[in-house]
Structures are given as structure tokens and as C-alpha cells.
């Protein structure tokens, strides 16, 4: 901000008579800053003052609104997300059928089969939600810098959050999928069928 006498800036500007803002800060209840913008308005119509209370008020809708729209995007990239790996464990699942019969006719268990298949998928989550984190704080550093003109603080719980719920996902996702491998019968597998 820089503070001037209104009579030099309007020459500087070479606009007299013209104001576009004024600032005035004052202490006092919200009903005596009312009282006050209605009295300056009905003193000039073309004048509207506003309190920091109704901007911040407005801002906080504008704020609530977005919050929301966000909400909703990420769930809808969840639910995505859900879908993309259930299809693709169930390619893998379809493709590894010979090995998971021969593995079963070697004596493994549907637990270990069951097991080995959400491991994978859970450490693919992982290293997704670890590469995610990592990209998500470039943008948002990125955008800071050039919309805000201020950097975003990286925060660590939100980080290992991120990954948590990357596994979480990727894990559920992949139930259906580890349930179609472990029962896929040996035999059947083996003869070609």
C-alpha cells in the first residue's frame, strides 16, 4: 500500500474529483458500522460502503462453494480410481490363471494366492499415492507461486494420509478381483480349459 495526500494523486492521475476507494478503520460494534454505511449512503447513492465482516462473509460462501466442488471431484476420482483397478487386477487375475492353478496344484493355499495378489496391488497403491504426493505439492506449489504469489507448505500428515488412502483403494478395489483368483480350480486351469 502507499499512503498520499488525495489532492497530489488525483494530480499524479490527472483525475480530479474522481475517488474509486476508501479506506477508513474504526472501532466499533457491528450495528454502529451499519448505522454508519447507511448514513454515508444515503448522504451520496452512488457511495457503498461494506464492513470486513460482510466481505469476509461473502468470501466465506464463495469459499464453502468451492470446498464443495472439490469434495465432489475427488470423490469422483475415487470412484474412478476404484474402477480403473478392479479392471485392471482383473486382467491380471485372467492372465496369471495358469500360474495360479499350477501354484495350487503345487500345494499353495487360497489365503497365500489371495495374499501375494492384494500385496502387489497394495504396493502398486503405494508407490501411486507416494508418485501423487510428490506431483499433487508441485502443482499446488506451482499454482501458490503464480496465483497467490506464496508458496504452499508441504504437510507431512496430509502426505502420509494421501498414501494411506491410496492403499485403502487400491486394496478394496482389488477384492473382488483377488476373490476371482483364489478360485480358479487347478485343474480345469491346467487341461487348457
Excluded: W
Excluded at 25 to 38: F, N, P, Q
Excluded at 93 to 110: C, H, N, Q, Y
Excluded at 183 to 190: D, F, G, M, R, T
Amino acid at each position: 500500500f502507499a499512503y498520499m495526500n488525495l489532492g497530489v494523486m488525483q494530480k499524479m492521475m490527472n483525475q480530479k474529483n474522481q475517488v474509486s476507494l476508501v479506506q477508513v478503520s474504526m472501532v466499533a460494534g457491528e450495528e454502529a458500522l451499519t448505522d454508519i454505511g447507511k448514513r454515508i449512503s444515503a448522504a451520496d447513492p452512488g457511495i457503498h460502503p461494506r464492513t470486513v465482516q460482510q466481505i469476509a462473509r461473502s468470501e466465506q460462501t464463495v469459499l464453502g462453494k468451492l470446498q464443495g466442488l472439490i469434495l465432489l471431484v475427488t470423490a469422483v476420482v475415487l470412484l474412478l480410481t476404484l474402477v480403473c483397478v478392479a479392471t485392471t487386477m482383473t486382467a491380471v487375475v485372467t492372465e496369471r490363471r495358469k500360474e495360479i492353478g499350477l501354484k495350487k496344484a503345487l500345494g499353495a493355499d487360497s489365503f497365500h494366492i489371495g495374499g501375494e495378489f492384494l500385496g502387489e496391488a497394495c504396493i502398486l497403491g503405494a508407490l501411486g499415492g507416494l508418485l501423487g504426493t510428490v506431483m499433487g505439492y508441485i502443482f499446488a506449489q506451482s499454482v501458490g507461486l503464480h496465483v497467490f504469489g506464496r508458496g504452499v507448505d508441504f504437510s507431512m500428515s496430509i502426505a502420509v494420509l494421501t498414501v494411506v488412502l491410496s492403499v485403502a483403494v487400491t486394496g478394496a478395489a482389488s477384492l473382488i478381483p483377488v476373490r476371482t483368483a483364489v478360485k480358479v480350480e487347478p485343474a480345469v486351469v491346467l487341461r487348457g480349459e
